[in-house]
């Protein structure tokens, strides 16, 4: 499958009073034309940041990418000026953030919020702007657009307004789309028929999307493909079958344990005992080593190999690797 993004060895800090907090450490990680690629991970654990890097979007200061790549379209994200990055974010990568209302004005109709946008991108006339409008908004499921051009985004529910956010950021036709807990912020049901429509747009027009949540269950209804980050770091990667079903990483075996379901109001991840490790600091193994129960000498001191256990199922743990147990590690 064509890889339309590649992200290589990621490395994102940000200097604070009490030093540099790393907060990616060496994300590697492919998204392949019209797939779904779900981040998951508890807050914390750098998926955001990771989004925000592949927008160009992290403030420096004080953020910065210290090491990696971000290859789209032969140009590498990470190295391009503010001036390239902003051409690329309104017209070939778009985000769509949690909450609906600040990427919304509340000032301006939905109508000339998307026109404008169409206007700009598109440089066309304003009564094409009219009709390429309602053909958007309908895409996104707002039923009679016609009579709802003219209002504000307040007359709307936060799930309709969601669909207005995500109008916008179709305006371009991207090939990228990055949705940061685009549902965190809506009910239960509402956030059902979002997901659907992230699925029925796909369809409709091939966009790849990296989604970035901690909620499995929104994983389960979305993602073709799964990356599961801890302390920094993807620990494993696989299909979704692959991770809901045969989840190698007991970190990732742990939160299936804590599954949400979809069918509870407000689930969440019931976090693992213990707590993520210290992003000042962070240990030079495995990131997982203070919460795990199998933990090993080695595990403390070397981040462990990775081990292939199908063709897109990788996996970061010592407990792989045979090696780990034997005299041949304490030598290490
Ligand atoms: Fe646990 Fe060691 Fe595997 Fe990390 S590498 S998850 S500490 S067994
Ligand atoms: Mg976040």
């Known amino acids: 499958m064509e890889k339309i993004l590649q992200v290589k060895n990621l490395h994102v800090s940000f200097r604070t009073y009490g030093g540099e907090v790393k907060a990616v450490r060496g994300v590697?990680?492919?998204?392949?034309?019209?797939?779904?690629?779900?981040?998951?991970?508890?807050?914390?654990?750098?998926?955001?940041?990771?989004?925000?890097?592949?927008?160009g979007l992290i403030p420096n200061p004080p953020g910065k990418i210290t090491d990696g790549k971000i290859l789209f379209k032969g140009k590498d994200l990470a190295k391009l000026p503010d001036r390239e990055l902003r051409k690329i974010r309104g017209a070939?990568?778009?985000?769509?953030?949690?909450?609906?209302?600040?990427?919304l004005n509340p000032t301006l109709t939905i109508g000339e919020q998307i026109m404008e946008g169409?206007?700009?991108?598109?440089?066309?006339?304003?009564s094409d702007a009219r009709k390429k409008a309602l053909e958007i908004l309908e895409l996104v499921g707002i039923p009679s657009p016609k009579s709802r051009l003219k209002q504000y985004p307040h007359q709307f529910?936060?799930?309709?307004?969601?669909?207005?956010?995500i109008a916008l950021a179709l305006i371009c036709e991207p090939e990228v789309m990055i949705a940061d807990e685009p549902t965190t912020a809506l009910?239960?049901?509402?956030?059902?028929?979002?997901?659907?429509?992230?699925?029925?747009?796909?369809?409709?027009?091939?966009?790849s999307i990296i989604l970035i949540t901690h909620d499995l269950g929104v994983v389960a209804q979305v993602a073709d493909r799964v990356a599961v980050m801890y302390g920094g770091k993807i620990?494993?990667?696989?299909?979704?079958?692959?991770?809901?079903?045969?989840?190698?990483?007991?970190?990732?075996?742990?939160?299936?344990?804590?599954?949400p379901r979809i069918d509870i109001e407000d689930a969440e991840l019931?976090?693992?005992?213990?707590?993520?490790?210290?992003?000042?600091?962070?240990?030079?193994?495995?990131?997982?080593?203070?919460?795990?129960?199998?933990?090993?000498?080695?595990?403390?001191?070397?981040?462990?190999?990775?081990?292939?256990?199908?063709?897109?199922?990788?996996?970061?743990?010592?407990?792989?690797?045979?090696?780990?147990?034997?005299?041949?590690?304490?030598?290490?």
């Open 157 to 165: 529910s936060g799930g309709m307004r969601q669909r207005i956010v």
């Open 235 to 259: 620990i494993e990667t696989g299909t979704k079958r692959e991770i809901f079903y045969e989840p190698q990483h007991p970190y990732t075996k742990g939160l299936l344990n804590s599954v």
């Open 28 to 55: 590697t990680f492919d998204l392949h034309k019209g797939e779904t690629i779900a981040i998951v991970g508890e807050s914390g654990c750098g998926k955001s940041v990771t989004a925000k890097s592949i927008m």
């Open 92 to 103: 070939d990568i778009s985000m769509i953030f949690q909450d609906p209302m600040t990427a």
């Open 118 to 126: 169409i206007i700009q991108h598109h440089k066309i006339a304003r």
């Open 187 to 207: 009910d239960v049901t509402i956030q059902a028929q979002i997901l659907d429509l992230f699925r029925d747009i796909q369809k409709k027009t091939g966009v």
């Open 270 to 332: 019931v976090p693992i005992a213990g707590t993520p490790p210290d992003l000042f600091a962070p240990p030079a193994g495995c990131p997982f080593v203070a919460r795990c129960e199998y933990a090993m000498e080695v595990c403390d001191r070397i981040y462990p190999t990775q081990t292939l256990k199908g063709n897109e199922h990788q996996v970061y743990c010592w407990l792989q690797d045979v090696r780990a147990k034997t005299s041949f590690a304490t030598k290490w």
